[in-house]
């Protein structure tokens, strides 16, 4: 797999017209990393992988969500999920930790990853996701995320994705 670069978004984007904002930021690998705001939704992108099926799940949901994951593989009728690996990473979308991004979904030419998004995102506002890279940060219209999958030939699961519940 080739590495996932932020040139072939900005392409993409450009291509298909689908305006963004761009903010360049420090490197950040994880959500409570992060030490700007966004005008949209603040989300965190997941790669896992059920561990018998091998099935592939990129998920998205809103960045202060702590998501259950034992009841998210039961919703998605597996028995267990982890953690996609640096190497299958590389290998499904050409990233590396720390710039998860759906924006890389055009490297997934062999269809192995199931996108679900969390219905608890606002689809009305505007949300943010990294170009391949994680320095910078697009911002983007939910709806022109939603047109750039259907370019794509994306159909994304939505999904009320379960919350653990608080101490």
Same mark, same amino acid.
């Given at each position: 797999?080739? /590495?996932?670069?932020?040139?072939?978004?900005?392409?993409?984007?450009?291509?298909?017209? @689908? #305006?963004?904002?761009?903010?360049?930021?420090?490197?950040?690998? =994880?959500?409570?990393?992060?030490?700007?705001?966004?005008?949209? =939704?603040?989300? /965190?992108?997941?790669?896992? !992988?059920?561990?018998?099926?091998?099935?592939?799940?990129?998920?998205?949901? #809103?960045?202060?969500?702590?998501?259950? @994951? /034992? %009841?998210?593989?039961?919703?998605?009728?597996?028995?267990?999920?982890?953690?996609?690996? %640096?190497?299958?990473?590389?290998?499904?979308?050409?990233?590396?930790?720390? %710039?998860?991004?759906?924006?890389?979904?055009?490297?997934? !030419?062999?269809?192995?990853? =199931?996108?679900? @998004?969390?219905?608890?995102?606002?689809?009305?506002?505007?949300?943010?996701?990294? #170009?391949?890279?994680? =320095?910078?940060?697009?911002?983007?219209?939910?709806?022109?995320?939603? !047109?750039?999958?259907?370019?794509?030939? @994306?159909? #994304?699961?939505?999904?009320?994705?379960?919350?653990? &519940?608080? &101490?």
């Amino acid at each position: 797999m080739a /590495k996932a670069t932020d040139t072939e978004v900005y392409q993409l984007l450009s291509e298909w017209q @689908i #305006p963004y904002e761009r903010v360049e930021h420090q490197a950040v690998y =994880t959500v409570a990393e992060i030490d700007f705001s966004i005008d949209g =939704t603040e989300v /965190k992108n997941l790669l896992m !992988r059920g561990k018998k099926s091998k099935q592939n799940y990129f998920i998205i949901c #809103p960045s202060e969500k702590r998501l259950d @994951i /034992k %009841a998210l593989a039961k919703n998605l009728g597996e028995s267990h999920l982890s953690f996609a690996s %640096a190497e299958q990473l590389f290998d499904l979308l050409g990233l590396t930790p720390g %710039a998860v991004t759906p924006l890389a979904l055009p490297h997934d !030419r062999e269809r192995q990853i =199931t996108l679900v @998004i969390d219905q608890a995102i606002d689809q009305t506002a505007k949300i943010g996701f990294h #170009p391949n890279v994680n =320095t910078a940060t697009l911002v983007l219209a939910f709806t022109d995320f939603q !047109r750039y999958l259907t370019k794509l030939g @994306i159909q #994304p699961v939505y999904l009320v994705l379960p919350e653990q &519940a608080t &101490a």
